[in-house]
């Protein structure tokens, strides 16, 4: 089984010549000269990583995959929406889901050399008030890539919640492809959190077709190291009276360098759209490095549309106020980054999930200094 993102990899030279590639082509240049032989299946994973989406606040049909194949022992029972179908080095999850919450992990557990897995999930939102999480998590060792797709359809005045949330060491690569289409009056909230990785990539290809359909794409990203993430957002409103609110938050410390294209396009006919984007970035680090590109493209008369972005450093004046606190410049650092970051998540209607993204983009900083 190969998955359409899959497909597209494998053909090479043509990506890495795609202008969508342009900031991360050396990235993927490195990633394409490793051996990556397809990952076998695994034993559970251990307790530590299991603690990363083992949360007891979250209460909600819990499917685990382990190198891109589905492990009953970990996982609730399928439920009647649920299909699984299992290839050779990879999967695809059919879901078909009305009101309810899923919790969708996937975790690669590294081999002696450098392994890839691959997935597909499929979901038709049908009803308000469908929540999905959707999680990537990987073990420390020899270097791992996923290559997931998603594909998202909600259904006439259909409702989704989705938290999405690639929480990566150094060793994992994820490259991740999410594709939306909503109907008329169908809501999509989604919240997307990159935590690390050698190379994270998401592509979040929004629809929007049906008259008086919303969007609110909110997400962060937090890196450090040498690591590497590249968000492109493509939405498109072919609707009349829909809107879509674009807020992202990013951080980069060290050598980390982060990728954030923001497009959005108003096709003809698609009168009364409401578009807005922000994205604001935070440099910890003489070293890290931010690229952000908001585009508009509007070809209809009666637009509102709006966009935004910057890239600065922390506020020395806050830093200032909360030193002479007596707060240590380490703790300060943490506390202004935690509240940057808060904007975009606040939008989770869960507070727990909430409380457990936050804690983890912490957990991503850089580890203080003896004595900072």
């Not at 975790?107 to 959707?134: C, K």
């Not at 759209?273 to 908001?294: F, G, R, V």
């Not at 209809?300 to 002479?324: M, P």
Request: proline residues 4%; charged residues 20%; aromatic residues 4%.
């Amino acid at each position: 089984m190969a998955t359409p993102l899959f497909d597209e990899l494998a053909r090479g030279d043509a990506v890495q010549r795609a202008e969508s590639w342009r900031y991360s082509r050396n990235a993927l240049r490195a990633l394409s000269q490793l051996d990556f032989a397809p990952a076998a299946a695994s034993a559970a994973p251990a307790a530590p990583l299991r603690a990363q989406y083992e949360w007891p606040q979250t209460q909600g049909h819990r499917l685990v995959f382990v190198n891109g194949r589905f492990v009953p022992a970990l996982s609730d029972p399928p439920g009647p929406g649920c299909r699984i179908e299992q290839g050779a080095d990879g999967c695809t999850l059919q879901l078909v889901a009305a009101g309810a919450l899923a919790h969708v992990v996937h975790v690669a557990l590294p081999g002696a050399g450098a392994t890839r897995w691959q997935a597909r999930l499929q979901l038709v939102a049908s009803a308000p008030g469908t929540r999905l999480i959707e999680q990537h998590v990987a073990a420390e060792g020899a270097d791992v890539l996923g290559v997931f797709d998603f594909d998202l359809a909600l259904a006439e005045r259909a409702g989704l919640e989705l938290v999405s949330l690639g929480d990566l060491p150094g060793n994992a690569s994820l490259l991740r492809r999410t594709t939306a289409t909503l109907a008329r009056e169908a809501q999509l909230h989604a919240t997307h959190a990159v935590f690390g990785g050698r190379l994270q990539r998401l592509e979040l290809g929004v629809a929007i077709a049906g008259d008086r359909a919303r969007l609110r794409s909110r997400g962060v990203f937090v890196l450090r190291g040498r690591e590497h993430a590249d968000l492109q957002l493509d939405i498109g409103h072919a609707a009349r009276d829909s809107s879509c609110e674009v807020l992202w938050r990013g951080v980069a410390d060290q050598r980390a360098r982060g990728i954030f294209h923001g497009g959005i396009t108003v096709e003809a006919g698609a009168d009364g759209t409401d578009a807005q984007l922000s994205n604001k970035n935070l440099l910890l680090s003489a070293l890290a490095e931010i690229d952000t590109k908001p585009a508009l493209v509007i070809h209809a008369d009666e637009v509102k549309a709006a966009h935004g972005a910057t890239v600065g450093q922390i506020d020395e004046r806050a830093l200032f106020y909360l030193r002479s606190r007596g707060i240590t410049l380490a703790a300060a650092r943490r506390m202004l980054v935690a509240a940057f970051c808060a904007e975009a998540l606040a939008g989770i209607d869960d507070a727990g999930v909430r409380e457990q993204l936050a804690q983890r983009a912490a957990a991503h900083l850089p580890a203080p200094e003896a004595g900072a």
